[in-house]
């Protein structure tokens, strides 16, 4: 006859904090999930952009304040074409300051 085993039973802990999305910049800021939001990305550049969805523009945490078209599109898509626009060379070298 052989022997029942008995049934084990296995009991998962979930940790909310520990399932978050963290992203980590290049100057060790930590950037985790916000509501309305989605994010945090990070880009080549090494900045960190949520996205909001109701606006439709990313947001840079950093600054507190949202990115105009011009800033958007180098930093989230640096083309060889934009980087060497004009406008885009302007823009640069605003956020350089």
Same mark, same amino acid.
């Given at each position: 006859m052989a022997a029942s085993r008995k049934p084990t039973y296995r009991v998962a802990i979930v940790n909310p904090v520990a399932e978050q999305?963290?992203?980590v910049d290049l100057h060790g800021h930590e950037f &985790?999930? &916000?509501e309305g939001l989605e994010g945090p990305f990070r880009y080549h550049s090494g900045r960190v952009l949520y996205y909001d969805t109701r606006e439709g523009r990313y947001y840079d945490p950093l600054r507190d304040m949202y990115?105009?078209?011009d800033e958007q599109t180098l930093v989230v898509n640096p083309s060889r074409?934009?980087?060497n626009n004009p406008v885009t060379r302007a823009v640069k070298s605003r956020l350089l300051r």
């Open positions: 999305h963290v992203v &985790r999930e &916000r990115l105009d078209f074409e934009a980087i």
